[in-house]
């Protein structure tokens, strides 16, 4: 069972909360808010400043559902520029996303930064050099989560042994601040552990980010989904700032 906050079902809007104090959590490390360079399509807000609590990075597959997801955490927070416009999503079986792309949102009173990346491992157009760096700037261990992004009921091949490419490729045990995030929730039929069960490589994924997993519909416009997410960041200490202290939904 995914919903294990306790969130009423609510779909009322939540980004207008108080900022929390400044310098809690790993936000006061100045390397969250490293400048990026001109090869990123970077889309800063006004008030993207040291008060950044941290990064929140999307990572997987072509087709998995990242900037789908990206869009439902969007629009779960107050969106700090070209309020309306998201991440660009849409069903295709090449990139859609060829760059880093971030946008500053706040949820309940905390900022945070949301990085969509490319497919680092899409074989018929490799992504320049360039992105790895990019995302790497963003992903540093301490400062940011990852969510790895994972469809129900189409893990393939390729995706066997994803988690350890993509620590080769950015240079660090991410799992330690992985969650492995399955879209596609509304297609699931039965319980989501007894589909990973069943599945060795998927379960090996998930074991070794230390069974931390989520699920998202991004049909649905429920917030509580999102909210129970960074929930279950403050549980697993990435957000030293409780969420749900300053948020009524919770």
Known sequence: NTNQSGARNHSTSI????DPPRGKGPGRNKGVLQKTT????T???SDAKEDII????????????????????LAAGKHHKDKGQ???????????TTKCKDKIIKICGTKVRLVDTPDFFYEDKPIEEAQVEECKRYCQEGQCVVLLVIQL??????????LEKLEDKLGWKIRKNTIVL?????????KVDQFIGNR???????????????????????????????????????????PHSQCPLF
């Open 182 to 190: 399955f879209t596609h929730g509304d297609d699931l039929k039965g």
């Open 200 to 242: 060795s490589s998927l379960k090996h994924i998930v074991e070794s980010c230390n069974n931390r997993y989520h699920v998202f519909n991004n049909n649905s416009k429920d917030t509580k989904q999102v909210l129970e997410l960074f929930e279950k960041f403050h549980e697993e200490s990435f957000l030293n700032s409780k």
């Open 38 to 41: 001109s090869n990123s399509e």
């Open 153 to 162: 009921g189409r893990f393939t091949d390729g995706e066997m042994g994803i």
């Open 15 to 18: 980004s207008e909360q108080t």
């Open 86 to 96: 998201g991440f660009e999503a849409k069903p295709s079986s090449i990139p859609i």
């Open 54 to 73: 941290f990064n929140i990075i999307l990572l997987g597959q072509t087709g998995t559902g990242k900037s789908a997801t990206a869009n439902t955490i």
């Open 43 to 45: 889309e800063r807000g």
